[in-house]
């Protein structure tokens, strides 16, 4: 492991590294929970969301030339239709609300911090528009005893629970992707968290 370099990119300059945060969303999201059985194409096109506003953030860590984290956030306000929805049914104020997308980390490089400092950039850049007044993020639900499910599986509850970060247990959506032993695509419920920041 070299000395680990990280970089942010804002905005348009986020077109720059699209592919290896393609790249990782495939690599990471293939292991439980998500169990994902994603597409370079598909992924490609989901990322241009961030490329498309001028307040989102990649934020992303670099062992040499290979990318192997990185992070994102959004307004919600820019974010897709299925992740704003529950947000607007319950007349939460979207404009007022930061989204932050995925956490990616290879897994050699996990238990150096690097999480922790993954939540330090997002909530500092919401923060510096100073017309956030909430985050919220969502993570998949997965049941108890998923066949699927590693004996050695721990869920980041705790992780984000010391963040300072609530499960809203009514606030949830549903997104649509092929499980790794699927055919075809299935609705799946995520639950969001949330903290003021």
Same mark, same amino acid.
């Given at each position: 492991m070299n000395e680990l370099k990280y970089k942010k990119y804002t905005g348009r300059t986020i077109e720059e590294i699209l592919?290896?945060?393609?790249?990782?969303?495939?690599?990471?999201f293939r292991d439980f929970p998500y169990l994902y059985e994603g597409t370079h194409e598909y992924e490609m096109h989901?990322?241009?969301?961030?490329?498309? $506003?001028?307040?989102?953030?990649?934020?992303?860590?670099?062992?040499g030339n290979q990318m192997v984290?990185?992070?994102?956030?959004?307004?919600l306000a820019e974010e897709t239709e299925d992740v704003q929805k529950p947000f607007i049914e319950k007349d939460l104020p979207v404009e007022t609300i930061f989204y932050f997308g995925e956490s990616l980390l290879m897994k050699p490089y996990r238990g150096l911090g690097i999480g922790h400092r993954f939540f330090d950039e997002r909530e500092q850049h919401s923060a510096s528009f100073q017309t956030y007044s909430d985050?919220?993020?969502? $993570?998949?639900?997965? /049941?108890?005893? /998923?066949?699927?499910k590693p004996d050695d599986c721990y869920p980041n509850d705790v992780f984000w629970t010391k963040r300072n970060y609530k499960k809203v247990p009514d606030l949830t959506c549903r997104m649509s992707w092929k499980d790794i032993e699927e055919k075809e695509e299935s609705y799946k419920e995520l639950v969001f968290w949330h903290k003021s920041l």
């Open positions: 592919s290896p945060i393609a790249d990782l969303r495939i690599t990471i989901y990322l241009q969301t961030y490329v498309n $506003s001028e307040k989102a953030m990649a934020f992303t860590v670099w062992d984290g990185a992070c994102t956030c959004i307004p985050t919220y993020f969502c $993570s998949v639900i997965r /049941h108890e005893n /998923h066949p699927l």
